[in-house]
Each structure stands twice: as C-alpha cells, then as structure tokens.
C-alpha cells in the first residue's frame, strides 16, 4: 500500500530597492527585490513550509530560525535540500510540487523554466513535477501595490508500505 501527504505553504516578503529578487533560487532582473534575514527567496520558503507540513515536521523557522546567524544571507535552496533530507529519513518521496508567486511585477513567465528547472534540482524531481505559476494582485493589497511579493505552494508526499 502507498501512503501520500499533502502539504500547504504560504510566505510573504517586503519589496525594497537595491535588493536581489530571487525567486526558487534564481536571480531575476528587478527594480526591487526582497527583504528578509536569508536570501529572502520566498517561493523556496514557501515549498520548505509545505513540505515540513506533509511529514508534520513544524516550519521553516523551527529548523532555520531567523535568528541564527548561520542562516544570514543564507540561499534559501538550502533550506529545500535539508527538508528533502529529513523527508527521506523518514522514508517520504516528493512526488510533486505546485506553487504561485504573487508579484506585480517584473513579469516572470520568462522566467518560468528557469526556475522549474533550479527547484527541481534542488528537490531531485523531474522538472515536470515541480509547478510554478505566477499572478499580480491587481493592485490590490501589500503584493498588488508593489510593497511585497508572497508564495503559495502545495506537495505531494508518497511513501510505500
Ligand atoms: O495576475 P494576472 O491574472 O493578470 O496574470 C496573468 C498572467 O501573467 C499570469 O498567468 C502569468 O503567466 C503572468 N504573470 C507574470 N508575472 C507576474 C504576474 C503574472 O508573468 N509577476
Ligand atoms: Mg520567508
């Protein structure tokens, strides 16, 4: 028998100027970027949190809290390779991934494979398990008036009896 878990993950980071936009652990040309005690690469966030939620192993902050100094400036593709890590000792596989980035601007489609193809290795996956969308806020809210960027991602967990 297959056993499969799904997992729910949301973050959101403040937009600012003179900072890197790094989004799944690519760096996309931007006027603004993100804030944040990491890399503040909040899609990568968000992944983390929902593949913590699946296996129930707590949060992001939990195993990498923003206070440590460690994790300063920290590419936040770490945090995915150490929670695939923890998956796997517990016998969990990654079976997909999909995700929106909530973001006024810049457009990101072009960015899309790129980023698929990052996350992917970051996860060990195929790229065509891991899914990437993208949605302005209609100037609506913190994300639609451009003062912040936020991430939504849900997995899929299988582990065999
Ligand atoms: O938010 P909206 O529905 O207007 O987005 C339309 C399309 O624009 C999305 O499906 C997405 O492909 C693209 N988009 C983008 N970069 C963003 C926001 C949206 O490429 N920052
Ligand atoms: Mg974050």
Redo the contacts with the bound molecule.
Sequence with gaps: MTEYRQGIGWDIHRLAAGKKLILGGVEIPSEAGLEGHSDADVLSHAITDALLGAAGLGDIGLHFPDTDPRWRGADSTTFLRHALRMLRERRWRVVHVDST?V????????HREAIRRRLAAALELEPECVSV??????GLGPAGEGRAAEAHAVVTLSRDA
């Design positions: 980035v973001l006024e601007r810049p457009k990101l489609a072009p969308k993208f949605k302005t806020a209609e």
